[in-house]
């Protein structure tokens, strides 16, 4: 059964970069046609999708966000991470990693979040 | 960019049936196919409905979803309401210049 689990900081401070990284167990990152990707959630807010990426390196980014972020795959370690700059207030929300079949496809299984709060 | 807007919050009783609307803004909602989430408090999301109206395995047949292209909008319906569905649901779709889009999420409360 496929899981995937968040790791990072909890606390980043405003300007910095927040760097995450999931990891994916009971399955290959690099053998099947998925595609990976992160969301995140506000406190007591609703879910935005930051970018997905291809096993193949190929990423999209959610426009609004695009200047900021890189998401990258490690198949040696079978992880994938993501890379936020110049963090402020309004990025801190948990921040899930999750799997799609396609870059629009539904995103099934989910990690389990993890909470980035950007304070200094 | 286009946006899918939800009720904020809708409620019903045990026993009843409930629908939550997600309408699109531009575009034809028949167009890309819309999933739908449950968030229970505390946990990630799960699937509830796929590719318009499919269930996935494990996901009970009270839940059904539909597109209405003359409101251009999907629903989520939910028979049968139990106390363990009150929970946040999420529509989620697409288009050629926006890969995943999530609508603002409708809380749901079974009383």
């Known amino acids: 059964q496929l899981q995937l689990q968040e790791s990072g900081p909890g606390l980043v401070k405003p300007s910095e970069t927040l760097s995450l990284t999931c990891t994916v167990s009971g399955g290959s990152i690099s053998s099947s046609s998925y595609y990976w990707g992160w969301i995140r959630q506000p406190p007591g807010k609703g879910l935005e999708w930051i970018g997905s990426?291809?096993?193949?390196?190929?990423?999209y980014y959610n426009p609004s966000l695009k200047s900021r972020v890189t998401i990258f795959v490690d198949t040696s370690t079978n992880q994938f991470s993501l890379m936020l700059s110049s963090v402020t207030a309004a990025d801190t929300a948990i921040y899930y990693c999750?799997?799609?079949?396609?870059?629009?496809?539904?995103?099934?299984?989910w990690g389990q979040g993890t909470l980035v709060t950007v304070s200094s | 960019n286009f946006m899918l807007t939800q009720p904020h919050s809708v409620s019903e009783s045990p026993g009843k049936t409930v629908t939550i609307s997600c309408t699109r803004s531009s575009g034809s909602i028949a167009s890309n196919y819309v999933q739908w989430y449950q968030q229970r408090p505390g946990s990630a999301p799960t699937t509830v409905i796929y590719?318009?109206?499919?269930?996935p395995s494990g996901v009970p047949d009270r839940f059904s979803g539909s597109i209405d292209s003359s409101s251009n909008s999907a629903s989520l319906t939910i028979s049968g309401l139990k106390t363990e569905d009150e929970a946040d649901y999420y529509c989620q779709s697409y288009d050629s210049s926006n890969p995943v889009v999530f609508g603002g999420g409708t809380k749901l409360t079974v009383l």
């Open positions: 999750a799997r799609t079949l396609s870059i629009s496809a539904r995103f099934d299984p």
């Open positions: 590719e318009d109206n499919q269930r």
């Open positions: 990426i291809y096993n193949s390196g190929s990423a």
